[in-house]
């Protein structure tokens, strides 16, 4: 059975930093691209970042660049995601996820967490 379990959200005032996980277990993760999206109340699930795991390559959506890392940690078959300088509009549930492409579309991505909430608010 395949799970992907997210933590790390929170509250957190604007230009601040905070350190996403996404641990993953029942599947065999070099099959796979890792990703994390977002999804803002009232608003579509939109990608924020993405990594293939057999290789390394990396993948980030535009206004993120500069602010956000994802990164691996094989050992722990762990995803993380540094925010650093969050905005307000950062705010949203933040979801990991599975494509056995190597896809940044939505539709691609097989397997999903259950999401934590980020909120950038003062």
């Known amino acids: 059975q395949v799970q992907l379990v997210e933590s790390g959200g929170g509250l957190v005032q604007p230009g601040g930093s905070l350190r996403l996980s996404c641990t993953a277990s029942?599947?065999?993760?070099?099959?796979?691209?890792m990703g994390w999206f977002r999804q803002a109340p009232e608003k579509e699930r939109v990608f924020v970042a993405a990594?293939?795991?057999?290789?390394?390559?990396?993948y980030y959506q535009d206004s993120v660049k500069g602010r956000i890392t994802i990164s691996r940690d094989n050992a722990k078959n762990t995803m993380h995601l540094q925010m650093n300088r969050l905005k307000p509009e950062d705010t949203a549930v933040y979801y990991c996820?599975?494509?056995?492409?190597?896809?940044?579309?939505?539709?691609?991505?097989?397997?999903w967490g259950q999401g934590t909430q980020v909120t950038v608010s003062s």
């Open positions: 996820a599975a494509s056995p492409s190597r896809s940044i579309r939505r539709e691609s991505y097989d397997y």
């Open positions: 029942g599947l065999t993760l070099n099959s796979y691209t």
């Open positions: 990594i293939t795991w057999s290789n390394g390559n990396i």
